[in-house]
């Protein structure tokens, strides 16, 4: 079943603005990731971000996470249109019991138009 | 991380028939994981494959439908049996590595069922 809730579920802009994007989900986790597709292809992790940190960076990345309400954005700066992909944010639960597996959401289509 | 190579990339298959779905990841690996993603849907977990272990299949997945082999820490197979078009998907296989990191994704396997 789902885990995470993306928001919007496409967007569009033009290159150089921000892209944001939110998730929610409804359990505990050990940490959140995010991921790109690109067309259909294979995913690939971007960042994590553990339970314990509110927010993370990586180049044009930024990422923030509030458990107290279960929710986490993902900010692209100075996008490109190299940046146009599915984006998907996953929980990890932990390794005990069957929390070892990642759960998606729903994911947001991002489009940078040049 | 781990580099994973997922066989074919593409196929268009006959309905009834099978398809099988080869990963070789060039490091050992204790879990495999399995995903299915659903035209514009987003990824479905579809059974966790251990070396020397029967797979674990999630709610809605079955062997005898998504028979899993894993032979050793490096190569897994899925094969989607009896093949009907509700079966075009992409396939993905994945692995990780405790909780630090993230996990790395097969290219997938577009799967088309005519």
């Known amino acids: 079943s789902q885990q995470g809730e993306e928001d919007p579920q496409a967007l569009s802009i033009q290159e150089g603005e921000n892209a944001t994007m939110n998730c929610s989900y409804k359990?505990?986790?050990?940490?959140l990731q995010w991921y790109r597709q690109n067309s259909g292809r294979g995913l690939v992790h971007l960042i994590l971000?553990?339970?314990?940190?509110r927010e993370k960076h990586s180049g044009r990345l930024r990422v923030t996470l509030d458990t107290s309400k279960k929710s986490s954005s993902l900010l692209i700066t100075a996008s490109r249109a190299a940046d146009t992909a599915s984006y998907f944010c996953?929980?990890?639960?932990?390794?005990?019991?069957?929390?070892?597996?990642?759960?998606f959401g729903k994911g947001t289509l991002l489009t940078v138009n040049p | 991380s781990a580099v994973i190579s997922q066989k074919p990339s593409r196929d268009i298959c006959q309905r009834g028939t099978s398809l099988t779905i080869q990963c070789q990841v060039d490091?050992?690996?204790?879990?495999m994981f399995w995903y299915r993603q659903q035209p514009g849907q987003s990824l479905t977990l579809i059974a966790t494959?251990?070396?020397?272990?029967?797979?674990?299949?999630e709610s809605g997945f079955v062997i005898d439908k998504f028979p899993i082999s894993r032979p050793n820490l490096t190569f897994s197979t899925l094969t989607v049996s009896n093949l009907s078009p509700e079966d075009s998907s992409i396939y993905l296989c994945?692995?990780?590595?405790?909780?630090?990191?993230?996990?790395?994704f097969g290219s997938g396997t577009r799967l088309t069922v005519v």
């Open positions: 994945s692995v990780g590595r405790y909780e630090a990191y993230g996990y790395t």
């Open positions: 359990t505990s986790i050990n940490n």
């Open positions: 971000i553990r339970s314990n940190e």
């Open positions: 996953a929980t990890w639960g932990g390794s005990g019991g069957s929390n070892y597996k990642l759960t």
């Open positions: 490091s050992q690996v204790t879990m």
């Open positions: 494959a251990n070396q020397g272990s029967e797979a674990t299949y």
